[in-house]
């Protein structure tokens, strides 16, 4: 029981960086809600012409992920935008080779009880507001 | 008489001598080589040749190519050839056009192809020759962007896939030795270019090439 209430601590403690949870690696989704084209740079990989209202999402592993968002050139307005995503790696002890859940009394030994690694995502919505005062 | 006119004349009247001096080159069942080289015009055709906002503007439009060519000739109806081929894709209207909204970019993008034809030849009167072009092989795409302080690629186009190619050539014999040929191909990429919010466009490409054609 008290295992699962530390589960959920930490789900709540992640939770402003938590859509989903993924066991390959996390993922960042950058989503436009302005009215205008965006070319978005994640971790240094340009996403070009990403449409109003459109998104992107790319797999990224544990760590510090520089974000910059920007209005596609040619549309008679600048600004840009800069933010700091972090995707943390989770470690849980989940249940034991039994299928109970893990705790000392049931487990015998470290090795009967299974651990699994998640990795938290990030989503940041990009706002005009958020662009506005920006030049390029 | 001006000089073009003479010109001209002296092209007409060279024509004949040129006919009568050229050898079929497919009289021999023996198999022989060419290598070839020919420059023109390449036309980026569809959607993905279009600014994906800007209405009316070419991010990607027609200039020059060139290609080189080896092909072995196995009888007279029938060639096998390998082709390489590079273009610059024109960018300058779109570079015009984020210009005259305040923005400074410079931007150059390019497309090249490594083919292998198959040229078979429904008609040839031992100078004069039609042949069909059925080509596959890899299609290379980049492009690159500068805008303020942001220097970026275009991740968009396929970079690297697969192509497919068709067209038509008219090729004379002008020596036992030398052709000259016109081609007009359509070449279509088997990946689409892909913007960063998943949508995507076909890449196809209109070669119109002419050039000259040597007997190893």
């Known amino acids: ?136 | 008489m001006n000089s073009l006119q003479r010109m001209a004349l002296a092209i007409v009247l060279a024509l004949p001598t040129c006919r009568a001096t050229a050898q079929d080159p497919q009289d021999s069942t023996a198999t022989f080589w060419t290598f070839g080289i020919a420059g023109g015009v390449n036309i980026p055709t569809g959607g993905w040749s279009e600014h994906p906002y800007a209405r009316g503007v070419k991010q990607f439009g027609s200039a020059w190519t060139g290609s080189a060519e080896i092909a072995v000739h196995t009888s007279r109806r029938f060639s096998l050839a390998i082709i390489g081929s590079y273009a610059p894709l024109a960018t300058d209207d779109w570079t015009e056009y984020a210009a005259s909204q305040g923005d400074r970019i410079e931007s150059s993008a390019s497309l090249g192809m490594v083919l292998l034809a198959l040229r078979p030849r429904p008609y040839t009167d031992g100078v004069n020759a039609i042949t069909i072009e059925l080509a596959g092989g890899v299609l290379f795409t980049s492009g690159k962007e500068s805008f303020g302080s942001f220097n970026y690629e275009y991740t968009f186009l396929p970079g690297v896939s697969a192509t497919l190619e068709g067209g038509i050539e008219y090729e004379r014999w002008i020596s036992a030795e030398m052709a000259i040929f016109v081609r007009g191909t359509y070449a279509f990429g088997l990946a689409d270019l892909e913007y960063g919010d998943g949508r995507t466009s076909a890449l196809c490409t209109a070669p119109i090439i002419a050039g000259l054609r040597l007997r190893l």
């Not at chain 1, 978005?40 to 510090?64: M, N």
């Not at chain 1, 700091?84 to 080779?97: G, H, K, P, W």
């Open chain 1, 1 to 136: 029981m008290k295992s699962r209430f530390r589960s959920f601590l930490v789900f709540l403690l992640l939770l402003p960086y938590t859509a989903s949870y993924s066991d390959s690696g996390g993922s960042i989704s950058v989503r436009n809600a302005t009215e205008m084209y965006l070319h978005i740079i994640v971790g240094g990989d340009p996403h070009l012409y990403v449409a109003p209202g459109g998104s992107i999402s790319v797999s990224s592993e544990a760590g510090t992920h520089f974000i910059s968002a920007f209005y596609s050139p040619g549309q008679g307005i600048a600004g840009v935008a800069d933010t700091i995503l972090s995707i943390s790696r989770v470690e849980t002890q989940t249940a034991d080779c039994q299928g109970n859940e893990c705790n000392s009394s049931n487990c015998s030994s470290e090795s009967e009880s299974e651990h699994s690694t998640s990795y938290t995502s990030a989503t940041w919505t990009v706002r005009p507001e958020a662009l506005a005062g920006g030049g390029e």
